[in-house]
């Protein structure tokens, strides 16, 4: 029967504490050279990130040479071509980001923003009642055109310098072309969607 004072249990419980002290020696002496790598082959490897994302994040703005669909905006199409492929559904729903500013049914009340029915071909400050900037006001001879109207839309402070609509602008090509289509149809008398240019012939 071992008690307390026989030697063994003493010596062996020594052994023990010897061991326990080699092993969490050697185990933090790893940890270490571990965190040391991890540091260096931080350095090492720090990883480049891609000009592009690889994923899309849903209602976020794409930059402008982004294509929304491979077919739409493959090589930088021409407006004329963008309007013929355009969804005046998809365009609806992209008012969504003028809506907060512009009602768009007719006789709807002007908002921070003017009424919009009826504004592709029409002049520039169209509606009757509301107050424009001079700047918007000085345009009044010239029409709404589908080249204006998408220059407009895309970045409306660098396309008329001095206007007071607060807004960044739409850089996909195809939105902007299915929001033209929309407004289009939200007229007493929509335009005639402009011919696509030409085939060129293959050489
Ligand atoms: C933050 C408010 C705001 C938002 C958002 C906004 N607009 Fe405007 N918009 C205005 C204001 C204000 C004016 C008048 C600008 C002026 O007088 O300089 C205007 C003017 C216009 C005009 C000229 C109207 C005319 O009679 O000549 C068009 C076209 C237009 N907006 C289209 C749009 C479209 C399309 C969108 C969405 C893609 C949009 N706006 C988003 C505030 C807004």
């Known amino acids: 029967m071992a008690t307390a004072r026989d030697p063994i249990p003493i010596r062996e ?4 504490s010897y061991e326990f002290t080699r092993y969490a020696g050697a185990t933090l002496s790893a940890l270490v050279v571990l965190m040391a790598t991890m540091i260096v082959t931080g350095y090492l490897y720090r990883p480049e990130k891609p000009a592009k994302p690889g994923y899309v994040v849903a209602g976020v703005e794409e930059p402008a040479e982004a294509p929304q669909t491979a077919a739409a905006d493959a090589g930088g ?4 071509v963008l309007l013929a492929l355009a969804d005046p559904a ?3 729903a992209a008012f969504k980001k003028c809506a907060a500013c ?3 049914e007719k006789g709807g009340r002007h908002g921070v923003g003017p009424n919009l ?4 071909g029409a002049p520039h400050a169209h509606a009757a009642g509301f107050a424009y900037s001079d700047a ?11 080249a204006r109207l998408d220059a407009w839309i895309a970045n409306p402070k660098a396309a008329i310098p001095g206007n007071k609509m607060a807004f960044a602008g ?8 299915d929001l033209l ?5 939200m007229s007493d008398k929509p335009l005639p969607l402009p011919p696509p240019p030409a085939e060129t012939p293959a050489a």
């Open 13 to 16: 419980s020594q052994v023990d």
């Open 77 to 80: 199409q021409p407006l004329e």
């Open 90 to 92: 998809r365009g609806q």
């Open 102 to 104: 512009h009602s768009i």
């Open 117 to 120: 029915w009826g504004i592709v």
């Open 136 to 146: 918007l006001k000085a345009k009044s001879a010239e029409p709404w055109d589908w």
């Open 170 to 177: 739409i850089s996909r090509p195809q939105e902007r072309a």
């Open 181 to 185: 289509v929309y407004l289009n149809s």
